[in-house]
């Protein structure tokens, strides 16, 4: 007998290339380092051993902050928010996590969309992995479909990411994510940030 399929109720995942990130990966790496020793203590919250920054730098115009707001404009602008449409960062900070570290599973409350832009990776330097929201709800579900069912349909209890350098990712601020322990010999540098979205129809 045949059937159909449909999908509902997508997690949307965005991953969009930086313009030009080859000429400025060294100058953002610099940046990085440089904010690392003005602050060396930095902030504890999902990093296990790594080094996090403050997240202020949206607050001022900077190597980091120009980037990622010049190509979330541009990613914006082509045909993805409906007219009247807008978004504001909130936080932006920095990652370093050095071998052995890596990120506790956590969420980013209190704002729509949160992103991580992956500056420096190497093999093995640590995956980003996504929890499904309906890993609980649907677990028995999930765990009887075949391996080629779960691969066409992207229905997983987890999904991991390769960090590809001069990408960056944005997905649900309430989607539950890490980062596996760096296994490389090398630093993992990476910035995130939260969005606010601007619509017509709301107010935040």
Not at 128 to 151: K, M, N
């Amino acid at each position: 007998m045949g059937g159909d399929m449909k999908l509902l109720f997508p997690s949307v995942i965005h991953e969009i290339k930086v313009k030009n990130f080859r000429s400025i990966k060294q100058e953002l790496i610099d940046y990085v380092y440089d904010q690392q020793q003005r602050d060396p203590k930095g902030l504890n919250f999902s990093n296990m051993g790594g080094w996090q920054s403050q997240p202020i730098y949206f607050k001022n115009k900077n190597i980091l902050s120009s980037t990622v707001i010049e190509t979330l404009e541009s990613y914006f602008d082509n045909d993805v928010l409906s007219e009247g449409g807008g978004f504001d960062i909130n936080g932006l900070w920095m990652n370093i996590n050095k071998k052995g570290d890596y990120n506790a599973t956590h969420d980013h409350p209190n704002c729509h969309l949160a992103g991580v832009f992956w500056i420096k990776s190497s093999k093995g330097c640590g995956n980003f992995e996504c929890q499904s929201p309906h890993s609980f709800s649907s677990g028995a579900e999930i765990s009887v479909y075949t391996d080629e069912f779960r691969e066409k349909t992207n229905c997983y209890g987890s999904y991991g990411f390769l960090p590809i350098e001069g990408t960056i990712m944005l997905f649900p601020a309430s989607l539950n994510h890490r980062v596996t322990s760096n296994q490389s010999d090398e630093d993992r540098i990476s910035s995130s940030f939260n969005i606010m979205l601007r619509s017509p129809h709301f107010r935040a």
